[in-house]
C-alpha cells in the first residue's frame, strides 16, 4: 500500500536494465518501501543492478521476464503477486530501440522491434492492470517517448511502437481510473543513457534522473501525462503541426 | 454475490478524513441481521466494516474488497436508568446518540474532538478524549459487545466475558470481527452545558507543569498549541479545562431548559477544490497568531454549548477540504513521562520546518487498559495536522518517527497514514499476543484492511 506522501511499499519494474527505469526505483525508495521486483530478461544485469539497490529492510527480487514472450507475460505478473503481494508502483520500461537505418529497411528487425515494443508492452501493461483492478489501488508508469507526439525519419520503428502504446496507455488509463489504478505516461525527450550511447543527441537532451524526478513528481500529483524535460511539451505541441518539408529538416538527432 | 432485498453495493472510491491514498472497494449498506450473509460473499481482499470515515489514514478502507457499512438508529438505545448504561446498534454515531441521551440527563463516558464517530468505530479505535487522564478510553467503559465472526457465528464478549477477545476487539481496527452493538455505561449530566476555564500558557515548560498536577481535580482537559511558535514562545499554548456545568452554574435563562441539546452546523465547505498554497505558512501563522490571541489571559466559569466545548470543527462541515486535492495527514503519537525532551525536539523540529499547520493539540494521558492495541499509555500525546503536499514532509515525519520510537512512543493507528511495520512492532511491543487472539478467530484473515496490509497487522 501506499502511505498518504504516495511513498510506495511495492514497485516492479519491467525492463530490469532499463537506466531510466532504474533511475526512477531510486527515485520512489524511501523508509516506506519494501520490496523492489527487476523483472529482466538477463538476469546477470538485473542482479547487477539489483545488488546496487540493496539495503536493510529492502527486498530486492530479481525475476526472468522476456517482453517478446506475450504469453507468459501473466503467468509471471500473477508470480510476482503471489510472492509479494500487492504491487503498487509497476513501471514499465522494456523496448528495443534498434539502429533506425536498419529497421526501417528490413522488415525482420522492425518486427522484432514492433512485437516487444508494441505487442509486449501491451500484453504485460494489460497482465499488470488485471492485477491492480483486482487490488483495487495502484500505479502504472508508462515510458513513452515524444515520439507519441511526432514520429521521426531517424527511427520510425521505435518511434511508432512508442506512439502506439503512447495511445494505448492513454485508453486503458482513462478506463482504470473508476477502479482505482493511476496510469501516468511519460514522454522523454533524448535521453543520455545506455541505450543512446554513441548517437548525437537531440535539443532539450535530458538524464534518467531528470525523468525519474519529473516521473516521480507526476506520480505522486496524480497526473496523467508529463513530460521531460517539461518545456517539451510546449516544443512539440509547435512541432506537432510544423510542415512536412520543414519538419524534415530540422536538427533533432539520430 | 448473494442478491439481498435490502442491500445496495457499487465500487466506490474511499479514502480516511485525510483525502490521501484513495482506494477502490465494493461498498455495500446492510441492515446487522444481513452482514453475516454479505460476508460471507467477500473474496480472497477480504471485507471491512467501515464507520463514518473519520479515521485520517487508510483504517476503514479495505481495497479490492468488501466495505460493509452498518444502519442503526438511536432511538433503538436503551438506557438502563438504574445501571447508568445504554445499549445500543454500532452503527449509531456520538452525534445520534448525543440528541437522544443529553435531554434525558446522560453524556456518552468519553467524546473524540468531532461527534461524527460511530459507536463501533469508537470501540475498533478505542477512542480517547479531554478525559483520559482520569476516566480513560471508551473501550474502559464497554461492559459488553457483541461481534459478528468470520465463520458467521455471533458472540457477546465484555471484560469478564471472553476477555481476550473482548480486548483484542477494543482498539482492534475492525479486524477481529463486526461489532454490531455495544453496552456501555455513561455519565450523568445535570445540563446541557459545560463550566469551562481557559488559561493562555506562554511556553512549553509551564504547560507540562501546568498540565500535570492541577489537572488531577479537573474531568476534561486539553492544551491547543500554536506549532508555528518558535524561540521562547515554543509551545505556547491556550489550555482548556472542564466539566459538565451544574444546574446552580446556569443563569436563568439557561436554566429554563438546562438539558436542551441542539447542535448545528454554521456552514459546509464546498466540495471546490482550493487551489494549491491555499493554505500556507502565512495564512495559517496569521490564523494561530489571531487565535492565540483571542483567547483570554485567565478565563474562570465560563459556560459554553457540549459542541462548542467538545466539537468546534465540527460547525464546519467537510472542513478536511480546506486542505485542497493533495489533502492532508495528522500525526499523533505518545511519549511516556519523563521523555518531555523527546515533545520539545520534535514540536522544535516541527516549528523549524515550518511544515505550515494549524493548532496542535497537546494532551496528558492517564492509565492505559488491558487492550494490546489500545493507543493510550501514561504519558503526553501530540495531534496535529498538516497538508499532506507539504515538500519533504515524508522525510520529516520519518524522522519524527524515530524520536518518538527511541523515546519508547508510539502512533495512533486511527491516525496514521504514514508508519511502517516496524515502527508498529516496536510501538506495540504486545502485537503478537493480539495477533495469536485474532488468528483464533479468524484464521482464513477475512478481515483485512488497507491499514492492515501496509502495516503487515494480519500477515
Redesign the interface.
Known amino acids: 500500500?501506499?502511505?498518504?506522501?504516495?511513498?510506495p511499499?511495492s514497485i516492479l519494474l519491467l525492463g530490469g536494465n532499463s537506466d531510466i527505469g532504474l533511475a526512477i526505483v531510486r527515485e520512489l525508495l524511501?523508509?516506506?518501501t519494501?520490496t523492489v521486483v527487476l523483472a529482466s530478461r538477463d538476469i546477470a544485469k538485473g542482479e547487477a543492478a539489483a545488488k546496487g539497490l540493496r539495503h536493510d529492510?529492502l527486498t530486492v527480487d530479481v525475476v526472468a521476464f522476456d517482453g517478446a514472450a506475450t504469453d507468459t507475460h501473466e503467468t509471471v505478473i500473477r508470480q510476482i503477486a503471489a510472492t509479494h503481494?500487492?504491487i503498487d508502483v509497476a513501471i514499465v520500461a522494456f523496448a528495443l530501440l534498434g539502429d533506425g537505418e536498419v529497421s526501417s529497411k528490413d522488415p525482420g528487425v522492425a518486427a522484432t522491434i514492433a512485437h516487444v515494443n508494441f505487442t509486449g508492452t501491451i500484453t504485460a501493461t494489460i497482465a499488470v492492470a488485471n492485477r491492480m483492478?483486482?487490488?483495487?489501488?495502484g500505479a502504472i508508469v508508462m515510458l513513452s517517448s515524444v515520439a507519441g507526439e511526432r514520429v521521426r525519419s531517424a527511427n520510425p520503428v521505435y518511434g511508432a511502437t512508442k506512439a502506439g502504446i503512447d495511445g494505448f496507455a492513454q485508453g486503458l488509463g482513462d478506463g482504470l481510473a473508476?477502479?482505482?489504478v493511476h496510469m501516468l505516461i511519460v514522454r522523454p525527450g533524448f535521453v543520455h543513457s545506455s541505450m543512446t550511447t554513441g548517437r548525437s543527441a537531440a535539443p532539450f537532451a535530458t538524464t534518467p534522473e531528470q525523468v525519474a524526478q519529473v516521473a516521480v513528481k507526476g506520480l505522486r500529483?496524480?497526473r496523467r501525462m508529463v513530460w521531460a524535460p517539461g518545456i517539451l511539451r510546449y516544443v512539440f505541441s509547435t512541432l506537432r503541426h510544423v510542415p512536412g518539408p520543414v519538419w524534415r529538416k530540422l536538427p533533432l538527432g539520430d | 454475490m448473494a442478491i439481498l432485498s435490502t442491500v445496495n453495493f457499487a465500487?466506490r472510491?474511499l479514502t480516511g478524513w485525510?483525502r490521501?491514498?484513495?482506494?477502490?472497494?465494493e461498498v455495500l449498506e446492510v441492515p446487522n441481521h444481513e452482514v453475516a450473509d454479505v460476508v460471507k460473499e467477500a473474496g480472497p481482499?477480504g471485507a471491512l466494516v467501515r464507520g463514518l470515515g473519520r479515521s485520517y489514514?487508510?483504517a476503514a478502507q479495505?481495497?479490492?474488497?468488501l466495505v460493509v457499512r452498518l444502519f442503526g438508529s438511536a432511538h433503538q438505545a436503551v438506557i438502563d436508568q438504574a445501571k447508568g448504561t445504554v445499549a445500543v446498534p454500532a452503527g449509531v454515531s456520538i452525534d445520534d446518540l448525543l440528541r437522544v441521551l443529553v435531554p434525558r440527563g446522560w453524556f456518552v463516558p468519553v467524546t473524540p474532538g468531532t461527534r461524527f464517530v460511530t459507536i463501533g468505530g469508537a470501540i475498533a479505535s478505542d477512542i480517547h478524549g479531554k478525559n483520559h487522564h482520569g476516566e480513560g478510553s471508551f473501550g474502559s467503559h464497554v461492559t459488553s459487545l457483541t461481534l459478528l465472526l468470520a465463520d458467521g457465528s455471533q458472540v457477546k464478549v465484555g471484560p469478564r466475558r471472553n476477555p481476550a477477545l473482548f480486548w483484542a476487539t477494543v482498539g482492534g481496527m475492525g479486524l477481529t470481527g463486526i461489532i454490531l452493538d455495544a453496552t456501555f455505561t455513561l455519565i450523568p449530566i445535570e445540563t446541557s452545558r459545560m463550566a469551562v476555564d481557559t488559561i493562555r500558557v506562554p511556553d512549553l515548560d509551564s504547560l507540562f507543569a501546568e498540565m500535570t498536577s492541577p489537572d488531577d481535580d479537573v474531568r476534561y482537559s486539553v492544551a491547543w498549541i500554536d506549532p508555528l511558535a518558535k524561540g521562547r514562545h515554543l509551545g505556547r499554548s491556550i489550555l482548556g479545562r472542564g466539566d459538565h456545568a451544574r444546574l446552580d452554574q446556569l443563569d436563568a435563562k439557561d436554566a429554563i431548559a438546562p438539558l436542551e441539546y441542539t447542535p448545528q452546523q454554521l456552514a459546509t465547505f464546498p466540495p471546490l477544490v482550493p487551489p494549491a498554497g491555499y493554505i500556507n505558512r502565512l495564512t495559517v501563522a496569521a490564523f494561530n497568531e489571531v487565535w492565540f490571541r483571542k483567547a483570554p489571559v485567565r478565563a474562570i466559569g465560563q459556560v459554553q454549548s457540549i459542541a462548542s466545548f467538545f466539537h468546534p470543527l465540527d460547525m464546519v462541515g467537510s472542513w478536511n477540504r480546506v486542505y485542497g486535492?493533495?489533502?492532508m495527514?495528522q500525526y499523533q503519537f505518545v511519549v511516556p513521562f519523563g521523555e518531555e525532551v523527546a515533545m520539545r525536539t520534535v514540536i522544535e523540529r516541527l516549528s523549524a520546518a515550518r511544515a505550515a499547520s494549524f493548532l496542535a493539540v497537546l494532551k496528558r494521558f492517564g492509565a492505559g487498559n488491558a487492550a494490546p492495541l489500545s493507543f493510550p499509555a501514561p504519558g503526553w500525546t501530540l495531534a496535529l495536522d498538516v497538508p499532506?503536499g507539504s515538500p519533504g514532509?515524508?522525510e520529516l515525519l520519518?524522522g519524527l518517527d524515530r524520536i518518538v520510537l527511541d523515546a519508547g512512543g508510539r502512533h495512533y493507528f486511527t491516525k496514521d497514514?504514514?508508519?511502517?511495520?516496524?515502527a508498529i512492532r516496536r510501538g506495540y511491543p504486545r502485537l503478537d499476543e493480539w495477533k495469536a487472539v485474532r488468528d483464533s478467530v479468524d484464521p482464513h484473515g477475512r478481515w483485512q484492511s488497507?491499514l492492515s496490509?501496509?502495516l503487515g497487522l494480519t500477515d
Do not use: C, I, W, Y
Open positions: 500500500m501506499n502511505n498518504a506522501f504516495g511513498e511499499q524511501s523508509p516506506a519494501r529492510g503481494g500487492d483492478r483486482a487490488q483495487g489501488h473508476a477502479d482505482g500529483a496524480k | 465500487r472510491s485525510g490521501t491514498n484513495a482506494t477502490v472497494a481482499r489514514g487508510d479495505n481495497s479490492g474488497g486535492a493533495s489533502g495527514v499532506a514532509l515524508g520519518h497514514a504514514h508508519t511502517t511495520p516496524e488497507d496490509r501496509r
